[in-house]
């Protein structure tokens, strides 16, 4: 039997599971300025609004799970939150982030619209807990070393706080050394609990560690595993999106180029009314 997934308000500006239409959580994986970040959230509003798409604002103002030292971080948390209410204010655009540790979430939760889970930290009770207790949408990444059966546990420590506003999102599997697998059963699996999921398309196609130093990624298979998340009934597909891809600060080998954004969503639109 098919579940209709709760819905949940963003920032009272739309609503999303439910019945509701595709939605879009996307954009930079790392906050590179504040002229890219401004950049690329109106691109990306702009081909939203045309498709009638929800969308959620993404960047990470701290990428601090980057295989070498010596990687691009981002602005860090002060100025990234500035940042990130700037794009929220002036384009009046809700905002995601990734929070790292339980002493950020206070601060974060004033700006963030959506606090996310990181998928390496989604079994960090205390990071959980406290993000759930904030009482804003929680976005959850599934670790790619979990089970989608196993999430289960992780939705119980956000609920043991009241907080009911959970997104789920589906990254992809570790399958031996630098690969992850995106199994389609992780859709249907999560939905039974109740919640809206994601397929994270620019993740699931990642090659952790693959270059050494830094992750690869082969960005070509992105539309293959957004249509096919959504077409086993994810309700909105989350994309790492950039102007120039190769000159990225992070995750260059698994970001979707913005001139092919357009193009993408629009048959996601189609494939989530069929």
């Not at 002060?78 to 939150?81: D, N, P």
């Not at 940042?83 to 002036?90: A, E, H, R």
């Given at each position: 039997?098919?579940?209709?997934?709760?819905?949940?308000?963003?920032?009272?500006?739309?609503?999303?599971?439910?019945s509701?239409?595709?939605f879009?959580?996307?954009g930079?994986?790392?906050?590179?300025?504040?002229?890219?970040?401004?950049?690329?959230?109106?691109?990306?509003?702009?081909i939203?609004?045309?498709?009638?798409?929800?969308f959620?604002?993404k960047?990470?103002?701290?990428k601090?799970?980057?295989?070498?030292?010596?990687?691009?971080?981002?602005?860090?948390f002060?100025?990234?939150?500035d940042?990130?209410?700037?794009?929220?204010?002036?384009l009046?655009?809700?905002v995601?982030?990734?929070?790292?540790?339980?002493?950020?979430?206070?601060?974060?939760?004033?700006?963030?619209?959506?606090?996310?889970?990181?998928?390496?930290?989604?079994?960090?009770?205390?990071?959980?807990?406290?993000?759930?207790?904030a009482?804003?949408?929680?976005?959850?990444?599934?670790?790619?070393?979990?089970?989608?059966?196993?999430?289960?546990?992780?939705?119980?420590?956000?609920?043991?706080?009241?907080?009911?506003?959970i997104?789920?999102?589906?990254?992809?599997?570790?399958?031996g050394?630098?690969?992850?697998?995106?199994?389609?059963?992780?859709?249907?699996?999560?939905?039974?609990?109740?919640?809206?999921?994601?397929?994270?398309?620019?993740?699931?196609?990642?090659?952790?560690?693959?270059?050494?130093?830094?992750?690869?990624?082969?960005?070509?298979?992105?539309?293959?595993?957004?249509?096919?998340?959504?077409?086993?009934?994810?309700?909105?597909?989350?994309?790492?999106?950039?102007?120039?891809?190769?000159?990225?600060?992070s995750?260059?080998?698994?970001?979707?180029?913005?001139?092919?954004?357009?193009?993408?969503?629009?048959?996601?639109?189609?494939?989530r009314k069929?």
């Open positions: 039997m098919s579940i209709v997934p709760k819905e949940i308000k963003i920032n009272n500006k739309f609503k999303i599971g439910g509701n239409p595709l879009l959580i996307g930079p994986c790392v906050i590179e300025s504040q002229e890219h970040t401004f950049l690329m959230a109106k691109e990306i509003k702009k939203c609004e045309d498709l009638q798409i929800s959620i604002f960047a990470s103002y701290d601090a799970n980057r295989s070498s030292i010596k990687s691009y971080r981002g602005p860090g002060e100025r990234g939150l940042i990130l209410k700037n794009i929220k204010t002036d009046d655009i809700p995601l982030s990734d929070v790292h540790e339980t002493n950020q979430i206070e601060k974060a939760a004033h700006v963030l619209d959506v606090i996310q889970i990181p998928a390496f930290l989604c079994r960090q009770t205390d990071l959980v807990v406290e993000a759930a207790r009482q804003k949408p929680l976005n959850i990444k599934k670790g790619q070393f979990l089970s989608p059966y196993e999430i289960k546990n992780i939705v119980d420590k956000a609920l043991s706080q009241g907080n009911e506003n997104i789920l999102t589906e990254r992809g599997t570790s399958f050394y630098n690969n992850l697998v995106f199994d389609v059963r992780s859709i249907p699996i999560m939905k039974r609990l109740g919640f809206p999921v994601v397929i994270d398309a620019s993740h699931s196609i990642q090659k952790p560690g693959g270059e050494g130093t830094s992750s690869g990624g082969e960005a070509e298979f992105i539309p293959f595993i957004a249509k096919a998340g959504i077409s086993v009934g994810a309700d909105g597909v989350f994309l790492e999106v950039h102007d120039n891809p190769p000159q990225a600060l995750d260059s080998h698994n970001s979707l180029i913005l001139n092919k954004l357009h193009g993408l969503l629009n048959s996601l639109v189609r494939l069929l």
